[in-house]
């Protein structure tokens, strides 16, 4: 197993966050598995990859992720 991986929010019941680290590079990964928008406080920095919404709401160290 290369690389490793860090659950962000182990105890948030609606969100899956983690961040995956390997070869130099790391990927930080947000889902919202809920039927309602969630706000979350986390430092993100780095371009988004992918997104199933038409925007993403980011400033400084918040992130609201629509529902799913």
């Given at each position: 197993n290369e690389g490793n991986y860090t659950d962000l929010l182990p105890s948030h019941e609606s969100v899956w966050v983690y961040r995956r680290q390997a070869n130099g590079q790391t990927l930080t990964v947000l889902a919202n598995l809920s039927n309602q928008a969630q706000k979350i406080e986390l430092s993100?920095?780095?371009e988004v990859l992918m997104?199933?919404?038409?925007?993403?709401?980011?400033r400084e160290n918040t992130v609201v992720l629509k529902l799913y």
């Open positions: 993100v920095k780095g997104n199933n919404n038409d925007e993403l709401k980011m």
